[in-house]
């Protein structure tokens, strides 16, 4: 689905992606909420509600294939708005919950300069001891991560953790952790993802 100028035309083009059980709508909801017409927003929609059957935090393996499937597709949109004439300096990847984790398991494995990335209550994928040996550089690429302190299905510390990553990697994170917020967004973070999306003062 599509919100927004045609990303040619556009400021920025957003991939924005849904999490565990929601829809298209649904992210692209969380996208009119930025009022930022200059920006393109595109949703894409899994099949089934779901781009991965099981937690984010299970063996990597029993993801799949659909993990590697959901990567593939974020590659796809990421490569058609580049032959549109889009580049990757002007495209931001962002997702909520599931759609964080499958956001940032994206950069991290297909590094370059982005707009922004944000992950609204994810983390990187895979479970504690995951090797963390992504090749390549983000160079710079402002990216924010919101979540709660006590989120029953993402642990703050897999969180910090992806900060550490992303920044190791070359990325400028914002990570910020809010006392018993739960798993939703809050205004703070509509305001940050706002700011980073938002034309440069």
Same mark, same amino acid.
């Given at each position: 689905?599509? !919100?927004?100028? =045609?990303?040619?035309?556009?400021?920025?083009? %957003? &991939?924005?992606?849904?999490?565990? $059980? @929601?829809?298209?709508?649904?992210?692209?909801?969380?996208?009119?909420?930025?009022?930022?017409?200059?920006?393109?927003?595109?949703?894409?929609?899994?099949?089934?509600?779901?781009?991965?059957?099981?937690?984010?935090?299970?063996?990597?393996?029993?993801?799949?294939?659909?993990?590697?499937?959901?990567?593939?597709?974020?590659?796809?949109?990421?490569?058609? !708005?580049?032959? =549109?004439?889009?580049?990757?300096?002007?495209? %931001? &990847?962002?997702?909520?919950?599931? $759609? @964080?984790?499958?956001?940032?398991?994206?950069?991290?494995?297909?590094?370059?300069?982005?707009?922004?990335?944000?992950?609204?209550?994810?983390?990187?994928?895979?479970?504690?001891?995951?090797?963390?040996?992504?090749?390549?550089?983000?160079?710079?690429?402002?990216?924010?991560?919101?979540?709660?302190?006590?989120?029953?299905?993402?642990?703050?510390?897999?969180?910090?953790?992806?900060?550490?990553?992303?920044?190791?990697?070359?990325?400028?994170?914002?990570?910020?952790?809010?006392?018993?917020?739960?798993?939703?967004?809050?205004?703070?973070?509509?305001?940050?993802?706002?700011?980073?999306?938002?034309?440069?003062?």
């Amino acid at each position: 689905m599509h !919100l927004g100028p =045609q990303p040619a035309a556009a400021r920025v083009t %957003a &991939i924005f992606i849904h999490g565990r $059980g @929601a829809s298209a709508d649904n992210i692209l909801a969380v996208a009119r909420e930025l009022r930022l017409n200059d920006v393109a927003f595109v949703a894409p929609q899994a099949a089934g509600h779901t781009w991965y059957p099981l937690s984010f935090l299970a063996p990597i393996e029993r993801n799949e294939p659909w993990l590697t499937s959901a990567l593939t597709m974020v590659d796809g949109l990421v490569t058609t !708005l580049e032959a =549109q004439g889009v580049p990757s300096e002007r495209i %931001a &990847i962002g997702g909520f919950s599931q $759609g @964080a984790c499958l956001t940032l398991e994206f950069a991290a494995r297909n590094p370059r300069r982005y707009a922004a990335v944000i992950g609204l209550s994810g983390g990187l994928i895979g479970p504690p001891g995951t090797p963390r040996t992504y090749e390549g550089l983000l160079t710079g690429t402002p990216i924010f991560l919101g979540c709660s302190d006590v989120d029953p299905h993402i642990p703050v510390e897999r969180v910090r953790e992806s900060a550490a990553v992303l920044e190791q990697m070359g990325a400028f994170v914002d990570a910020r952790i809010y006392p018993r917020m739960g798993h939703t967004v809050n205004d703070d973070e509509l305001a940050a993802v706002r700011a980073l999306l938002g034309p440069s003062r």
